[in-house]
C-alpha cells in the first residue's frame, strides 16, 4: 500500500507538470508484487508484433529508427523473401531486405493484419516492399537517380494479391502470372481494411477493377485532376483516403502500395 | 522479500569494491552492479480509448492494445515514460517503478485533435548516422513546432520534406535566419520530396522552425544525399513521378 501512494504521488506531481493537455492523465490502477515468473527484464506485449523482437522482447530498431518486418507471423507472411519471390523483386536484390518500416506504418501493418486474420484466418496476407534498413534513396538501375519514389521514409507498405485457391501464389495482372488465380472480392476486401485503417494513399493497377465493387465505387469518387495518362486519382468520403489508378500495363499489376499514415 | 535480498546482496558486493586493493574499472564496476540491477520493477501499461506506442527512456519498447496492457519489466526506479498515438501529441511522463511490484497504469488519451499542444520547447534533433540515414521527424498537431541541433563546427544539413507543405526556416544561434537553398531540379523531380540545403557555419544551438497554417508534415533532417553514381545532371530524373509520392496540398 505504501508502495502504491509513493508511486501515485511521484506521478501526480511530475504528470501535473509535465503533460500534454491531451494526455491529461496517468492514471495509476494498481500496483501488486512482481510473480517470480515475470522476474526478467523484457517486454511482454498484449499481442504478436509483426515486427521483429529480440530475445526479450524488446523491438530490433534499426540506426534511423525503423522496424523489420517480420519473416513470417499469425496472419502475414513477407512476401519477398517466400519461396518463387525470394529475389524476385530488384529492391530485395539490391538491399538484401527491404522490410523495414517507420514505427507508426509498422503499428498499422500490425492492425492491418489482425482485421485480416479476423475475417481471412486461413488465408495469409502477403506483405511485400517497405523500406531499407535505413530508408533513403536507393538507386536499383544504377543511373544515379533515386527509385522506388515512394519507399525511402518507411511509410510505404506493399501488399500482394491475396489469393483463396492457391494460397500464397503470386499473382500479377498483366503479365500472365497466374492471372487466372486474381480474385478480386478478396483484393475489394483488403483495399476496404486498409481505407478502414485510414490508410493515406492507395496505389494499384487500374486493370484489376478495384472499382467495380459497387462498396467501393460508392465510396470514392474521381477527383479533378489533369489526366496525364498514367494514373487516375480518387478521394474517398473519409476525406483521407486517396486511390491512385495506374494505367500502364502490369506496373502495380502484383499488388496495392499503401501509405500508411493517419496524419490528421 | 527478494528485493532485500538483492540489495543485502548488492550492499555487500558495494563494501567489498569499498575494500579492495586498486580502482575498479568501469567494466568491472558494471558486473558488480549487476546483482543491485535485478531489483525488478514492472509497468503494466494500458491506454484509453486507442491503441498507442510506448517509450521507456527514449526507446521504443511497444504497443499497447487500448484492451490490454503492454508489460515492461525493467529495472526499478525512475523512467521517462513517453506515450504516443498515430495523428496525436505525445504525452511525457516521469514514472517511479517500485522494486518487486508491478505498477499497472492507464494513460487516458483525447480523441479530440484540437487539444493537442505543441511542443513548449524546441525538440533534439540530430541528423542520421549514415549518409542514406536520416532523422525522421513528423506532426499533425498546431505549428509552429521548433527542433534544434546544437553543432560544433560548419556543417551542412539538408531537409526534406516528405510529407506537407509548412513554412521552414533555420536560425543560427544568434536568431538569423539562414538561407535554404533549394536541391537541383533532378534531385527533387526523382524523389517527389523537397530538398532544401542549409549551411550551419557557426557553432551553437541552430533550430528549425515548422510553421504556417498547419496541417500535418513529417521531414528528414539529413547530413548530406548519396553520392550519385552518374550525374546529377535533371536531364536524368525519372521523368514519371509516381503519384502517390507528391506531397498533400
Given at each position: 500500500m505504501k508502495a502504491i501512494l509513493t508511486a501515485a504521488a511521484f506521478v501526480t506531481l511530475l504528470v501535473g507538470a509535465t503533460t500534454a493537455q491531451s494526455y491529461k492523465t496517468l492514471e495509476i490502477l494498481g500496483s501488486e508484487a512482481l510473480p517470480e515468473a515475470e522476474a526478467v527484464t523484457g517486454v511482454r506485449h498484449p499481442r504478436p508484433p509483426v515486427y521483429v523482437l529480440l530475445e526479450d522482447g524488446r523491438p530490433l530498431v534499426s540506426e534511423a529508427g525503423y522496424l523489420q518486418l517480420a519473416g513470417e507471423g499469425p496472419g502475414f507472411y513477407y512476401g519477398a523473401g517466400a519461396g518463387a519471390r525470394a529475389g524476385s523483386s530488384r529492391a530485395s536484390r539490391r538491399l538484401g531486405s527491404n522490410n523495414w518500416g517507420a514505427i507508426e506504418a509498422m503499428g498499422l501493418t500490425g492492425r492491418i493484419v489482425e482485421r485480416w486474420r479476423a475475417r481471412h484466418p486461413d488465408i495469409r496476407l502477403g506483405i511485400d516492399e517497405i523500406s531499407s534498413r535505413l530508408g533513403g534513396f536507393p538507386d536499383y538501375d544504377g543511373d544515379g537517380i533515386s527509385d522506388h519514389?515512394?519507399?525511402?521514409?518507411?511509410m510505404n507498405v506493399n501488399f500482394l494479391l491475396p489469393c483463396?485457391?492457391?494460397?500464397?501464389v503470386l499473382i500479377h495482372v498483366g503479365t500472365g502470372r497466374h492471372e487466372e488465380l486474381f480474385d478480386p472480392g478478396l483484393f475489394a476486401d483488403l483495399v476496404a481494411i486498409l481505407v478502414a485503417e485510414r490508410a493515406y494513399h492507395l496505389t494499384t493497377n487500374?486493370?484489376?477493377?478495384?472499382?467495380?465493387?459497387p462498396d467501393l465505387r460508392a465510396a470514392f469518387a474521381a477527383e479533378d485532376r489533369e489526366d496525364d495518362g498514367y494514373a487516375r486519382s480518387y478521394r474517398h468520403a473519409n476525406g483521407h483516403t486517396r486511390l491512385y489508378l495506374l494505367t500502364p500495363r502490369g506496373d502495380h499489376g502484383d499488388h496495392v502500395n499503401a501509405l500508411l499514415w493517419k496524419g490528421h | 522479500m527478494r528485493s532485500r535480498r538483492f540489495a543485502s546482496l548488492g550492499s555487500l558486493l558495494l563494501l567489498l569494491v569499498a575494500c579492495g586493493p586498486k580502482e575498479p574499472q568501469p567494466e568491472e564496476q558494471a558486473q558488480r552492479a549487476r546483482p543491485m540491477e535485478r531489483a525488478l520493477g514492472a509497468l503494466a501499461l494500458h491506454s484509453d480509448p486507442a491503441p498507442a506506442f510506448v517509450f521507456i527512456d527514449g526507446v521504443f519498447v511497444g504497443e499497447t492494445a487500448a484492451e490490454a496492457s503492454l508489460v515492461v519489466t525493467r529495472p526499478a526506479g525512475e523512467v521517462d515514460l513517453r506515450i504516443a498515438a498515430p495523428g496525436r501529441g505525445d504525452g511525457i511522463y516521469r514514472v517511479e517503478v517500485p522494486a518487486g511490484e508491478k505498477l499497472t497504469l492507464k494513460a487516458t488519451l483525447t480523441?479530440?485533435?484540437?487539444?493537442w499542444d505543441r511542443p513548449t520547447r524546441p525538440v533534439p534533433i540530430g541528423p542520421g548516422q549514415d549518409l542514406r540515414g536520416a532523422v525522421l521527424v513528423g506532426s499533425s498537431?498546431?505549428?509552429p513546432v521548433t527542433y534544434e541541433e546544437t553543432v560544433a563546427g560548419p556543417v551542412e544539413r539538408i531537409v526534406c520534406l516528405v510529407l506537407g507543405n509548412p513554412e521552414l526556416v533555420v536560425r543560427d544561434p544568434d536568431g538569423e535566419a539562414l538561407p535554404l537553398e533549394a536541391m537541383p531540379e533532378g534531385v527533387q523531380g526523382a524523389t517527389g520530396h523537397r530538398f532544401l540545403r542549409v549551411r550551419l557555419d557557426r557553432p551553437g544551438t541552430h533550430r528549425l522552425v515548422v510553421g504556417g497554417p498547419g496541417g500535418g508534415y513529417v521531414l528528414r533532417w539529413m547530413n548530406g544525399l548519396p553520392p550519385l553514381s552518374g550525374s546529377d545532371d535533371p536531364s536524368l530524373a525519372k521523368r514519371r513521378l509516381a503519384p502517390e509520392s507528391l506531397a498533400p496540398k
Open positions: 519514389l515512394t519507399h525511402q521514409a518507411g483463396r485457391r492457391q494460397p500464397e487500374a486493370a484489376l477493377g478495384l472499382l467495380d465493387d | 480523441l479530440d485533435q484540437s487539444r498537431g498546431p505549428l
